[in-house]
């Protein structure tokens, strides 16, 4: 399979395109679009919303459909995507006027991002990018039975639980995507009382995974796991 997404998905980010085709696109956000109004242009690269997760995209934030960073003082924006062995990454440094550009279909992605982007915005933009995500090398002691449960997104179920004082979490595809991948059981180290590391395996890319937990506003629990939060079912809706 290499391509499970459908055509319906195309205005949120599918694209079948060349590196080059990436790039022109970021310059049209970067010169003054051409397509869009400058005030749609400037309303993506302003702050709109803060997520509990800064850890996957290594994000400051959102604009209206950019992750936007801040590289002690250096002004970016781009995005992250991925499908079926396949992960891209893009940077924009507006002061600097670079664009980075990594399209991968194999393993060792984030890995080959991070030193690529680390060097290459570091020579161009002057960026130093933040360290990689893992967790202390002390451990942390946290009480994970607040976050115990099922939670569910479109696609996937995770399942947190603790052990004899380990926690996990069970990362299960469903739906239309059952068959991306087996069912996964990943231990959990704690970070702080709300982020923890799963680590990478299977269809994960990077050698530690954040996993956020966070409490909406109306009292919901929900979990970021790639990003995406899954929202914590009822006990009696398991």
Known sequence: MWDFLPRSAGPS????VTAGDVVRFARMHLDGSRVLTPGSVA?????AVDT????SFGTDGW????????????RGYGHDGSSISQLSYLRVVPEAGVIAVLLTNGGGAHQLCTALFGEVLGELAGVRLPDTFRPPTRPVAVDINRWVGTYEREGVILTVSE?????????EPTGAIADFSPP????????????FAAPGQGVMNAE?????????????DGVYFGMRIALKLPRGDV
């Open 163 to 171: 052990a004899d004082g380990v926690a996990g979490v069970r990362f």
């Open 13 to 16: 980010g599918r694209m079948l």
């Open 43 to 47: 309303a993506m690269q302003r702050h």
């Open 184 to 195: 996964l059981d990943l231990d959990l180290v704690p970070v702080t009382e709300t982020l």
């Open 63 to 74: 604009g209206l459909g950019w992750a936007l960073y801040d590289w002690d003082g250096v």
């Open 52 to 55: 509990p997760d800064r850890w």
């Open 208 to 220: 530690w995974i954040p996993v956020t937990f966070t409490r909406l506003p109306d009292g919901t």
